[in-house]
């Protein structure tokens, strides 16, 4: 068992597809939630979101310990890891639905984590990663798993000054090198989610899952 808590917002109907979103260092899982609301405006989707296990002594929770960007603790890394893909195999079940109709996403440290169990060796392919402000991470014990069918959003800040926007570019070459559909964007801010990119994202979210079947397309006016 994951033993995570989790909010989560119901699709309107029958879902076609499920929606995980991860918080960035510090929040809990109430801060991305009303993400899942500008991301799939027509509520298509069951939307999720996980608490981080850690408490570090500040507020709010964290995925892994942060001895240097890019680079996290292995042992909070891999602990969290484990956690989390319990959560999203549990989700699956509870839902019904499957990696493939599935997409991960997430902010800053959640980024990270969403990245980790998208291309993780051990882990199911989902149809998409979404990740806003964040890296590929370089821990000991793990490594991505390239290629696979998984469709990949990436938006950073050429501003950030928490993720400095050569982890997104390398994320976004390491990809590419690997076969790998990316969607990037950049802008001129900082460490957080421009209103454009999730935007830009909600049109990417909902042509992912219309590739897959996993969703039918809009209807015409």
Do not use: C, K
């Amino acid at each position: 068992m994951s033993a995570l808590s989790y909010l989560e917002r119901p699709a309107a109907g029958d879902p076609a597809g499920v929606l995980i979103l991860h918080h960035g260092r510090g929040a809990d899982e109430s801060d991305l939630l009303s993400l899942g609301d500008q991301l799939d405006p027509e509520r298509r989707l069951h939307v999720v979101t996980p608490r981080a296990p850690l408490t570090l002594g500040g507020p709010g929770y964290h995925w892994y310990v942060v001895p240097r960007v890019g680079y996290p603790d292995p042992q909070t890394f891999h602990a969290a890891y484990r956690q989390l893909a319990a959560f999203h195999d549990e989700t699956w079940e509870r839902l019904g639905l499957t990696p493939r109709q599935t997409v991960l996403g997430g902010f800053s440290m959640g980024s990270v984590m969403s990245y980790a169990l998208g291309l993780g060796p051990d882990r199911p392919a989902p149809a998409g990663i979404l990740a806003f402000s964040g890296f590929v991470p370089v821990v000991d014990g793990w490594q991505p798993q390239l290629p696979r069918p998984t469709r990949v959003f990436v938006a950073h800040g050429r501003r950030d000054p928490i993720m400095e926007p050569e982890f997104a570019r390398r994320a976004r070459q390491l990809l590419e090198e690997n076969g790998t559909e990316v969607d990037y964007h950049e802008a001129d801010h900082g460490h957080w989610i421009e209103p454009e990119h999730a935007a830009a994202a909600t049109s990417w979210l909902a042509e992912t899952l219309l590739r897959t079947g996993a969703a039918p397309a809009m209807p015409q006016a």
